[in-house]
Every structure is written in C-alpha cells, then in structure tokens.
C-alpha cells in the first residue's frame, strides 16, 4: 500500500516561479491536508479539503493555491514563490474520526 | 499564539528508561489529542492519542496521560529503546472541526535513547 503520495520529493525554484505540489492517496479517504514544517515551528496548516469538492484556509494559507482534483487528488499551488516559502511540504489524508495518515513530504527551497 | 506547546526541544534518555515527553495546550475547545512521531526525512507517523472524556490510554510501551484541569498532556515510553529515538510531535483536535480532522501542532520534541 502506497497511503500518501508526494511529489516532488525535492524542488528548488527562483522567486517568482510558480510550482505545483501533487499529492495523491490511494486509502480511500474524504479528507485531505496540507502543512508546511519550519524549524522550531511545528508543522502548520496551510489548507484542506473536508470532502471532495470543497476547500478550506487553514493556519497559513497567504501565498498558496489548492485543488481537490477528485477524492483521491489533493494539489498545492505556489502561483509566485518567495524565499519565505522555503520549507518542507507535507500532505495527509484522513477518514473521521481515524487520525491523519502523512506523505513523506516535499522539500522546498526558493533562492 | 501557539495553542500546544512542546516547551522541551530535546531530550536524552538511556536505553531502558522511562522517557516522558510534556506538552501544554491552552484551548479549551480541544478534545482529542495526539502523539506522532517523525524520523528524518520521513512524514510523521501516529502513535497514539486519547479523548478528553480519559485521563490514560495505553498502547504497548506507550501511554498517554491527560490532565484536563491543567491543559497538560504527556506521553510515558518504557522501556525506551533506541528505535524510539525520533522527534515528537504533539497534536490537538478541536470540537468545530466537522469532518476534517484539523490538528494543531505543537513544535516538536526530539528525542535521543542512548545505548
């Protein structure tokens, strides 16, 4: 079993580039996520999807853009990337009221 | 404002010791929380959690006590083992969260079992 699908694994991108993020889970969750780590930050929400079909801000979503593609599909948009982007990117997926499964996270760094 | 806070960054416990990892949140409206646990380069995976309506729930070597009045949770490992060594994160689930479980994290406590 696969669970949560990431990629890219590692990006690195110019200010100003845009990229998009995919994420896919094959457990058949409704719910999808996406956080971002810093250091001596935790890991933050930046949006999520409840169900197929809708989305929502979560803590941080300044800067991001998301997609439910479908039930299995949940993408992240950096329309213009800036240096403050720099992070690492995990996506989750959840079936209530079972906890959230993690992908292995995208490692993102903007020069 | 951070909500659930991991006041220790580190921790190092001898292999065959008790670790017990600390965590404080400050909402009231949290009812479920939860311990992951993180290996470098890896996403986080679930370890265990407990309701509000507890105050212990235990699993294996791991246990988690709550302490409701205090907004303190702990996480107990015994025996540790070196395996355990890994960061670990704290999480707390609110009651408006409808069907998305939306978690709060706190920042992290890594934790090193030495031989």
């Known amino acids: 079993n696969a669970g949560v699908t990431q990629t890219p694994k590692f990006q690195v991108l110019k200010t100003g580039q845009s990229m998009t993020l995919q994420c896919a889970q094959d457990m058949n969750h409704n719910s999808m996520y996406w956080y971002r780590q810093d250091p001596g930050m935790g890991l933050r929400l930046i949006y999520y999807?409840?169900?197929?079909?809708?989305?929502d801000k979560g803590e941080v979503p300044n800067g991001y853009n998301v997609s439910r593609l479908n039930k299995r599909e949940f993408s992240l948009r950096l329309e213009s990337a800036a240096p403050s982007q720099t992070s690492v990117y995990f996506c989750?997926?959840?079936?209530?009221?079972?906890?959230?499964?993690f992908g292995d996270g995208t490692r993102l760094s903007i020069l | 404002d951070q909500q659930v806070k991991q006041n220790s960054p580190s921790l190092s416990v001898q292999e065959g010791r008790i670790s017990i990892l600390n965590c404080d949140y400050t909402?009231?409206?949290?009812?479920?929380f939860l311990w992951y646990k993180k290996y470098p380069a890896e996403g986080p995976t679930f370890l265990i959690s407990i309701s509000s309506i507890k105050d212990k729930n235990e699993d294996g070597r791991f246990t988690v006590f709550l302490n409701k009045s205090a907004k303190h949770l702990s996480l107990h490992i015994v025996p540790s083992q070196p395996g355990d060594s890994a960061v670990y994160f704290c999480a707390a689930r609110g009651t408006n969260t409808g069907t998305a479980s939306k978690l709060t994290f706190g920042t992290g406590t890594r934790l090193q079992v030495t031989l």
């Open positions: 909402n009231s409206m949290f009812d479920y």
């Open positions: 999807s409840a169900s197929e079909g809708t989305t």
């Open positions: 989750a997926s959840s079936v209530w009221p079972q906890p959230q499964h």
